[in-house]
């Protein structure tokens, strides 16, 4: 048993590290203002190669390990969490290729976003079905070489930016609700029929666009069809268990960024004539949330180490760390901007920011309840 | 990072698994309910070699890691907190820093008999006004010729009674603090050492645990352990691996409390199906299962970070504050899962969650630990 970071995920994490303190942190700031997709800052992860990271070397990647891919993303979400969303939806559009895609889709679609010259986008959610994934109402019927795809897709990371997307759609002539006629598609923005709708306006992660999309008479050839028809919804789901230590390593990234940012405020505040960091009140605080930060990184590490391993569990894995580490990213940038007080609560500090870019984490990639019934199922079936 | 344990630490939980199914499970009740010190499965434990596990094979024991440890700990607190913490206080504290800080001499005198189990072992640090505050104990150790005379006493001894190996602080320097702590090993049999009645408890009935008198008590000064004043060091190292023990006590303990509410839940039929059908039954197992994961990785880590040589003390204070919080939590959600009969001494539910208590406040309580990682977290 090891818990040490091998030499790669340790050159990754000071190269990550290094890079964001220098580059990402003093942006974090006006990307939330403006709310603005920070070009910038993804053009920079793809000159050093951050975004190919969740690649292996045979498709113009570098790694292709979960650890590594953690490590990354919870160096970037120490600064700035939107910024970390640019690794984790080219992560996340891209593994339905990586799982499923023929040796030759893998060929076309995943060196160019290795590369970084083209963006990635996962598209699952619907308005009518989001928990309930199966419940999916966009069509793709089959018109000998094609399929055409009608419908609607919202809350979508990056959807307005990708360049290619993977898009889930019934296939089946009948359109029954089963998540047995569920099919993927290799989407790609320049089709006649895609359109972006409008860019929702959010909480938190506002450098991040969500968009929804619009699929209007699209034809897409059958070759971009990913696996067998009917297997979609099954490597939706696949997907997810894989992608779900991604959300653990940003909450955690970002746990860690507002402990430090408290640590290092109550050394510096003083009341009642000496610093807060002498009440037992503030350390004790200090102690759960690094506490609590301590498990997380467990948990994260521990899931991508179990997909590294290729473990058969990793559905559980994967949500345990989901859960706990936004739940915990969540509690944590709370106490954050306690700590800080009244300047915790002003846009001048990062507190605030943290705290609003905390939620999402406990709602995407299925939300918090969904991972408990994942959980759930997972340890109730364990004895059959 | 590779989290596959090795096949030396497989075969250890192999091992202990084995022993706790077959000898602890049985016996983990009428342990609790008749208050009986489980002599022999410390027996049987110390002939599968279990009690030697920490202690260099050149001395007679296993010489295996502290991930090993912790799982053989874990393995028996899932079914009897009472008996884990009899071996965890023997194989960590109460033997260690002889390992640690023994001479040559002192090791072979003492670590062959430790690791068989011929002898069990105890560690005395605290005093009734010295608890978290345990450099300000006032046991006192009095130099005279060739042996020190100890005079005082210690409170909230586990193993107490039934040791027949102390490792004991006292001072050399009355009201200096930690710089006169020094530490003793004491033979059971000493006779200026008196033990107290076992005190009633709320839990870890099978435990003994109880006062210490010294009086007069003559130690031969080549059972010192290391240099005078070197005692509070050696005693605060041996309280970092111990905390690596009562993590792994209260992850078995939390364990435990979780698979049986699991078989429970998918048994009890209530509304005409198995309340493991119900959503707040399955978010309270979903909860359970990830804070006993969550637990056990730290303890892991914590234990892993100690066989690598690295430091370990913030990681054993967090995973000692998380594992036995979470084991509270885990235990009194699992006895809710039994409703009516989770109340009841009939079953385990009500004994773990008397047990889990215990694990919150000893070896430091969780207050302490707070402290530790505050200090670390802020940087001394």
């Known amino acids: 048993m090891d818990f040490q970071l091998n030499d790669e995920q340790r050159q990754v994490q000071a190269m990550v590290h290094d890079l964001c303190l220098e580059r990402v942190a003093p942006r974090a700031a006006q990307i939330d203002a403006s709310g603005e997709f920070p070009w910038d800052i993804k053009a920079l992860f793809a000159a050093h190669d951050i975004l190919a990271i969740p690649f292996t070397a045979e498709?113009?990647?570098?790694?292709?390990?979960?650890?590594?891919?953690?490590?990354?993303?919870?160096?970037?979400?120490?600064?700035?969490?939107?910024?970390?969303l640019i690794l984790g939806v080219q992560s996340l559009g891209s593994l339905?290729?990586?799982?499923?895609?023929?040796?030759?889709?893998?060929?076309?679609?995943?060196?160019?976003?290795?590369?970084?010259?083209?963006?990635?986008?996962?598209?699952?959610?619907?308005?009518?079905?989001?928990?309930?994934?199966?419940?999916?109402?966009?069509?793709?019927?089959?018109?000998?070489?094609?399929?055409?795809?009608?419908?609607?897709?919202?809350?979508?990371?990056?959807?307005?930016?990708?360049?290619?997307?993977?898009?889930?759609?019934?296939?089946?002539?009948?359109?029954?609700?089963?998540?047995?006629?569920?099919?993927?598609?290799?989407?790609?923005?320049?089709?006649?029929?895609?359109?972006?709708?409008?860019?929702?306006?959010?909480l938190g992660i506002?450098?991040?666009?969500?968009?929804?999309?619009?699929?209007?008479?699209?034809?897409?050839?059958?070759?971009?069809?990913?696996?067998?028809?009917?297997?979609?919804?099954?490597?939706?789901?696949?997907?997810?268990?894989?992608?779900?230590p991604g959300i653990a390593a940003q909450a955690l990234g970002l746990a860690e960024g507002a402990l430090d940012l408290a640590c290092r405020y109550a050394k510096e505040r003083h009341q009642f004539g000496k610093s807060i960091t002498e009440f037992q009140g503030v350390q004790f605080m200090l102690a759960d949330m690094a506490t609590q930060i301590e498990a997380a990184r467990a948990l994260t590490y521990a899931s991508g180490d179990a997909i590294d391993r290729e473990l058969p569990e990793i559905n559980v894995s994967s949500a345990m760390a989901k859960?706990?580490?936004?739940?915990?990213?969540?509690?944590?940038?709370?106490?954050?901007?306690?700590?800080?007080?009244?300047?915790?609560?002003?846009?001048?500090?990062?507190?605030?920011?943290?705290?609003?870019?905390?939620k999402i984490t406990q709602i995407y990639e299925g939300t918090n309840e969904i991972q408990r019934l994942v959980i759930a199922r997972g340890m109730l079936k364990e004895r059959d | 990072m590779n989290l596959a344990l090795t096949t030396e630490q497989e075969e250890v939980r192999r091992l202990a698994r084995d022993f706790a199914e077959r000898e602890v499970k049985p016996r983990a009740e009428a342990i609790d309910h008749q208050v009986e010190f489980p002599r022999d499965l410390v027996n049987k434990a110390s002939e599968l070699g279990l009690l030697g596990l920490l202690v260099p094979e050149a001395h007679g024991g296993a010489g295996l890691d502290h991930v090993s440890f912790a799982i053989f700990i874990e393995e028996v607190a899932r079914f009897s907190a009472s008996t884990a913490v009899i071996v965890d206080v023997h194989t960590s504290v109460g033997t260690e820093p002889i390992v640690l800080f023994g001479t040559d001499d002192q090791k072979r005198r003492w670590l062959p008999d430790l690791a068989n189990g011929k002898k069990l072992a105890a560690f005395a640090l605290t005093e009734p006004e010295a608890g978290s505050d345990a450099a300000h104990l006032k046991t006192t150790a009095k130099r005279d010729g060739d042996h020190y005379v100890l005079n005082g006493s210690k409170i909230f001894i586990t193993n107490a009674g039934e040791a027949e190996s102390y490792i004991v602080m006292a001072t050399v320097k009355p009201g200096s603090g930690a710089e006169g702590v020094t530490a003793f090993v004491v033979a059971g049999d000493n006779p200026g050492l008196k033990v107290g009645p076992p005190f009633t408890k709320m839990g870890l009935n099978g435990s003994a645990i109880a006062e210490l008198f010294f009086d007069g008590c003559e130690v031969p000064a080549e059972d010192r352990l290391g240099a005078e004043?070197?005692?509070?060091?050696?005693?605060?190292?041996?309280?970092?691996?111990?905390?690596?023990?009562?993590?792994?006590?209260?992850?078995?303990?939390?364990?435990?409390?979780?698979?049986?509410?699991?078989?429970?839940?998918?048994?009890?039929?209530?509304?005409?199906?198995?309340?493991?059908?119900?959503?707040?039954?399955?978010?309270?197992?979903?909860?359970?299962?990830?804070?006993?994961?969550?637990?056990?990785?730290?303890?892991?880590?914590?234990?892993?970070?100690?066989?690598?040589?690295?430091?370990?003390?913030?990681?054993?204070?967090?995973?000692?504050?998380f594992a036995t919080d979470s084991a509270m939590e885990v235990t009194l959600d699992a006895l809710q899962v039994f409703g009516g009969y989770g109340y009841l001494e009939d079953y385990p539910m009500a004994r773990r969650v008397r047990d889990a208590k215990a694990c919150q406040i000893y070896e430091g309580t969780n207050q302490i630990q707070r402290v530790v990682i505050a200090r670390e977290v802020l940087g001394g």
Request: hydrophobic share 40%; charged share 25%; proline share 3%.
């Open chain 1, 59 to 84: 498709y113009g990647g570098v790694s292709g390990s979960a650890v590594t891919l953690i490590v990354a993303t919870e160096e970037i979400s120490k600064y700035c969490v939107t910024s970390s």
């Open chain 1, 206 to 244: 506002r450098g991040s666009p969500t968009a929804q999309l619009f699929f209007e008479d699209l034809a897409v050839p059958a070759g971009n069809r990913l696996g067998a028809e009917g297997e979609g919804f099954k490597l939706a789901m696949r997907v997810l268990d894989h992608s779900r």
């Open chain 1, 323 to 358: 859960v706990f580490a936004s739940d915990t990213a969540m509690r944590v940038t709370t106490d954050a901007v306690q700590i800080l007080g009244g300047y915790g609560y002003l846009r001048d500090f990062p507190a605030e920011r943290m705290m609003r870019d905390a």
């Open chain 2, 229 to 321: 004043g070197e005692g509070f060091r050696i005693a605060m190292r041996a309280l970092d691996s111990g905390r690596i023990g009562i993590s792994a006590q209260a992850v078995g303990l939390a364990q435990g409390a979780l698979d049986d509410a699991i078989a429970y839940a998918r048994d009890r039929k209530q509304f005409g199906k198995p309340i493991a059908d119900l959503q707040t039954i399955q978010n309270k197992v979903a909860d359970m299962a990830v804070k006993v994961r969550a637990a056990r990785w730290m303890t892991w880590n914590a234990a892993s970070r100690c066989d690598a040589g690295l430091p370990f003390t913030k990681e054993a204070a967090m995973a000692k504050l």
């Open chain 1, 96 to 202: 339905p290729i990586r799982l499923a895609g023929s040796d030759a889709q893998k060929r076309q679609y995943l060196p160019p976003l290795a590369k970084g010259d083209r963006l990635a986008a996962y598209a699952l959610t619907e308005p009518g079905s989001g928990s309930d994934a199966g419940g999916m109402q966009t069509r793709a019927l089959r018109h000998g070489d094609t399929y055409v795809i009608n419908g609607s897709k919202t809350f979508i990371t990056a959807g307005s930016v990708a360049d290619t997307i993977v898009v889930f759609a019934r296939s089946d002539q009948d359109g029954g609700a089963s998540t047995r006629n569920i099919s993927a598609f290799i989407v790609e923005k320049d089709m006649p029929g895609f359109r972006v709708g409008k860019l929702e306006k959010k």
